[in-house]
């Protein structure tokens, strides 16, 4: 894979980065966009609560909302623009995990 195609923070990472696809078909890519949604690509199901998939329309890139002010959650409907959600998360390491006892 080439250095540069998985950039995070990029804002239709969809059209820069769908090349990725093409080495890693079965991989799913999450991007945390600052002050926006988390975009998925890839391979990839949402299920509810229940464990019921939702029906995505054949869709292999979507958007979740963050913020929690979609009209449409779980997925992103824009309003995160309109109502001024500031949340950047950049890439860092987390610990490893806790053992189960
Ligand atoms: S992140 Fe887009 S509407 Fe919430």
């Known amino acids: 894979m080439r250095g540069g195609l998985l950039l995070a923070n990029q804002r239709f990472p969809e059209v820069a980065n769908r090349e990725w ?3 890693r078909p079965a991989m799913t890519k999450i991007t945390v966009l600052d ?4 975009r998925i690509e890839g391979n990839f199901t949402i299920c509810d609560a ?6 995505l ?6 958007s979740l909302c963050r913020c ?6 779980p997925f992103c409907d824009g309003a995160h623009a309109r ?9 860092r390491d987390l610990p490893p995990p806790k053992p189960k006892v």
């Open 57 to 62: 329309g054949g869709r292999t890139a979507l």
């Open 21 to 23: 696809l093409r080495y």
């Open 35 to 38: 002050n926006g949604p988390l």
């Open 83 to 91: 109502t001024g959600f500031q949340s950047a998360c950049p890439a």
């Open 68 to 73: 929690g002010k979609s009209a449409n959650l």
């Open 50 to 55: 229940s464990g019921k998939e939702f029906g």
